[in-house]
Structures are given as structure tokens and as C-alpha cells.
């Protein structure tokens, strides 16, 4: 997935976190990544990290999956490299 599809994807996001994974590491961008600061704040291990995007810089934060999978969130939709969560109150 490209880094426009995953910016469209994330401007109709409201309630969802939508996570990619790269080079054997998960990550969130935008909306996704501060929903996941904002949630799960002390509950999993988050990494910044800065995201260009035409000239744009983006939130993005590297998850601890295993971490942030015990905790309270469903994976709704999952693949090799994209999954879809919501958290399970």
C-alpha cells in the first residue's frame, strides 16, 4: 500500500486504528497514530517517528503488536501487511 492510499484511508478513519506493517515492524500514521497515543497511552510500547509526505510531516509511531494485542483492542480485519483494530471497551 502506497503512502496515498494510506493517507485517503486514514482521513475517513474515526473510531479505527489501521496498522502497516514494514520491514517486520507495525506501524500507525496519522488519525491511527493518535488515536493509539491517546488509547493506549502507558499500555503499549510506542515509538515516534517522522513520516514526509509532500513536504507534509506526518505522525507515525512504531507498535509493540504483542503489547497493544493484549490489551483491550479486536482485530477486525487482518493481513500479511494491514491490519484494521477497534478498541474493545
Known sequence: ??????????SSSRSEVYLYE???????????ASLLKKLAAGT???????CSFYGVMLEKVE?????LLN???FVAL?????MLLLKND
Open 1 to 10: 500500500m502506497d503512502m496515498f492510499e494510506i493517507m485517503d484511508r486514514e
Open 22 to 32: 514494514e520491514n517486520g515492524k507495525w506501524y500507525a500514521y496519522d488519525r491511527s
Open 44 to 50: 503499549v510500547k510506542l515509538r515516534n517517528h517522522v
Open 63 to 67: 507498535v509493540d503488536l504483542n503489547l
Open 71 to 73: 490489551k483491550s483492542w
Open 78 to 82: 487482518c493481513s500479511d501487511s494491514e
